[in-house]
């Protein structure tokens, strides 16, 4: 069984609204995408975040119902990144590499994966250079998104408890409003995502802030965001268990193979029988020279 495709799959259905059932009593996304809105120039107005030059104060939240990339459930609508962050935005690295022995972590593309973030070959900062870069600073449930090179595309969600922590300029943090962070990271981790992202430059790919702002996602209601996450748990939990039987299983055999060359050298593997024509003949007759003792 090819675990990796398995998980692609999940996750496809997941994002095309076939992996739970709807419920008609969900809040339709329509009236998510208005909350969010409202949040958003809410944030505005007390200064939090700044409104896109490219998007105007009154326009409505556009909805994608006749270009769409695929059919969506009743009670989904179609949106791009965009219009559901209150940040998308790289970090920075501090001048001269000015890294300390400790104080703050400084996530770099090497710290972040898809299971999460991981704090080996972790670098710090000071906290006075993190006062200089406090644009690039990562917040609890933050999406971190790396957005550069060889590890393009991996995406780590910030834990509920996570205290404080700056990113590199290859990594991008993805701010949610409303939409569960970790329904983000299922579109972010789908085939399609992969599929349609906007990559540029030649030698050392990138993916740019623009093309990502723009990217079309899939919103289901939130009840049923949550079943998904809820019902992808369920199915990767199950699929963990088939991969470390597998691991559980490819040791065993390793280990019974080596026993069994173990106990065959030793003489211990099957019974002997007395009638047997000793070793010692065999070796006179393979060198009639040879002195056995």
Not at 6 to 30: C, F, T, Y
Not at 37 to 49: D, T, W, Y
Not at 61 to 80: A, L, N, S
Request: with cysteine.
């Amino acid at each position: 069984m090819d675990t990796k495709k398995l998980r692609q799959k999940i996750l496809d259905l997941a994002i095309h609204g076939k992996l739970v059932p709807q419920d008609p009593n969900d809040e339709p996304a329509s009236v998510l995408l208005e909350r969010i809105r409202a949040e958003k120039e809410r944030l505005i107005k007390e200064g939090k975040i700044k409104r896109s030059r490219k998007t105007a104060k009154t326009s409505d939240t556009p909805h994608y119902e006749q270009d769409m990339p695929f059919e969506v459930p009743k009670g989904w609508m179609w949106t791009t990144l965009e219009e559901i962050t209150s940040k998308i935005g790289s970090g920075s690295t501090p001048k001269g590499s000015n890294y300390s022995e400790g104080g703050i972590p400084f996530f770099r593309s090497q710290n972040v994966y898809n299971e999460g973030l991981v704090y080996e070959d972790i670098k710090f900062i000071s906290d006075a250079t993190h006062q200089l870069m406090i644009g690039t600073e990562v917040h609890s449930k933050d999406l971190l998104l790396n957005i550069t090179g060889g590890s393009l595309g991996r995406c780590a969600i910030v834990p509920a408890d996570f205290q404080i922590g700056n990113v590199s300029q290859h990594v991008c943090i993805i701010r949610s409003i409303l939409v569960l962070s970790s329904y983000v990271h299922t579109f972010i981790l789908s085939p399609f995502f992969k599929k349609t992202m906007n990559i540029t430059g030649s030698g050392r790919e990138g993916l740019p802030k623009y093309n990502l702002e723009k990217m079309f996602l899939p919103i289901p209601p939130l009840k049923e965001q949550e079943r998904i996450i809820k019902e992808i748990e369920h199915w990767f939990t199950f699929i963990d268990t088939i991969e470390q039987s597998k691991v559980n299983l490819q040791t065993a055999i390793k280990q019974t193979k080596s026993k069994i060359l173990d106990l065959a050298i030793h003489g211990e593997l099957v019974p002997q029988d007395p009638s047997d024509e000793p070793a010692s003949e065999l070796l006179k007759r393979i060198n009639p020279k040879a002195q056995i003792t």
